[in-house]
């Protein structure tokens, strides 16, 4: 039974954000990501400590071939993969058990990395 459920946002998040390329013009699914210090690492305690890992990204359903072979080649590891959620503001809703707030939302500077992150 997985103990907790993180879900955990690709580019500039767990890699380098495609518009910090010097030259977003040239960024294509077929290039490598730049994984951030310490994603790895912490993908690999959080999958040990039995957590649900559910990557979120804007990308288009239609670059799920690309984004899993690219995420494939980083060596970053996931339980399931939501696609086409767009570059807006995410609200996550839950519910309360027994008082006990089920959800929380962490944020992180652009390209800074989880590796920090404590759950």
Not at 33 to 40: I, K, Q, S, Y
Request: proline share 3%; hydrophobic share 35%.
């Amino acid at each position: 039974m997985k103990t907790k459920t993180i879900f955990c946002d690709i580019d500039g998040t767990l890699t380098e954000h495609p518009a910090s390329s010097q030259d977003i013009a040239k960024y294509n699914l077929d290039q490598e990501m730049r994984v951030l210090p310490g994603t790895r690492d912490k993908l690999w305690a959080w999958d040990h400590e039995n957590y649900n890992i559910i990557l979120t990204t804007g990308r288009k359903e239609g670059m799920r071939a690309s984004t899993v072979e690219q995420l494939r080649k980083a060596g970053i590891i996931y339980d399931q993969l939501i696609m086409g959620i767009g570059p807006g503001e995410r609200i996550l809703i839950n519910d309360r058990r027994q008082g006990k707030d089920m959800a929380r939302a962490i944020n992180v500077d652009r390209d800074i990395g989880i590796k920090d992150i404590g759950v």
